[in-house]
Nanobody, 116 residues
Framework: QVQLVESGGGLVQPGGSLGLSCAVS???????IGWFRQAPGKEREGLSC????????YYAGSVKGRFTIARDNIKNTLYLLMNKLQPEDTAVYYC??????????WGQGTQVTVSS
């Protein structure tokens, strides 16, 4: 059974840091896995992912240098460490696992609010 469960969201001050976790189950290693976010009134935005083909890491320009993605295969958990957060980072953050022709799976999302 496929399951993606995010945790770790919350309220943080501008300039602060926050770490998100995504407990992953039922996803084969050859799936790409990553993080998206969606702010109110905006389209869902891809932030970062780990390639299922070669383990390569990819970051959107808006978060490169501030966010770090990591995967713990023993704990079956995906992480997103977010630094230097700004109000424009406020959004619901989603964990995603994808493989063309095989599946596109989403977690329920976790709210991140950056505000003083």
């Amino acid at each position: 059974q496929v399951q993606l469960v995010e945790s770790g969201g919350g309220l943080v001050q501008p300039g602060g840091s926050l770490g998100l976790s995504c407990a992953v189950s039922g996803i084969p290693d050859y799936f790409a896995i990553g993080w998206f976010r969606q702010a109110p009134g905006k389209e869902r935005e891809g932030l970062s992912c780990i390639s299922g083909k070669d383990g390569g890491l990819y970051y959107a320009g808006s978060v490169k240098g501030r966010f770090t993605i990591a995967r713990d295969n023993i704990k079956n958990t995906l992480y997103l460490l977010m630094n230097k957060l700004q109000p424009e980072d406020t959004a619901v953050y989603y964990c995603n696992a994808y493989k063309s022709g095989r599946g596109d799976y989403w977690g329920q999302g976790t709210q991140v609010t950056v505000s003083s």
